[in-house]
């Protein structure tokens, strides 16, 4: 059985940093694409970052250039660190996997989710 577990969340001001981790486990995923999402309250869940197995990676608009997302294949985790924090960050953040490796942001293509981390950025 799968498991990703998610951590790192928090609350910060505006302008501050937090780095989120998610650790898989149950089966590697070497190969696979692992990705970050996030849900707003009374907004639909939407794509943040994603990296390959060769490190490669592609991010939303929202968040290039302030979250840099990397990954440590031998300990099957990914990281998401987040700098220059805005309130419009605010949101559950959701760690996924997709086992064919594509660099995608359809979150239907993802296989496994885990519980999601809260992040609370405030003004």
């Known amino acids: 059985q799968v498991q990703l577990v998610e951590s790192g969340g928090g609350s910060v001001q505006a302008g501050g940093s937090l780095r989120l981790s998610c650790a898989a486990s149950g089966r590697t995923f070497s190969s696979g694409a692992m990705g970050w999402f996030r849900q707003a309250p009374g907004k639909e869940r939407e794509f943040v970052a994603v990296?390959?197995?060769?490190?490669?990676?592609y991010y939303a608009d929202s968040v290039k250039g302030r979250f840099t997302i990397s990954r440590d294949n031998a300990k099957n985790t990914v990281y998401l660190q987040m700098d220059s924090l805005k309130p419009e960050d605010t949101a559950i953040y959701f760690c996924a996997v997709r086992s064919d490796g594509f660099l995608y942001s359809d979150r239907r293509g993802y296989n496994y989710w885990g519980q999601g981390t809260q992040v609370t950025v405030s003004s």
């Open positions: 990296i390959n197995w060769s490190s490669r990676t």
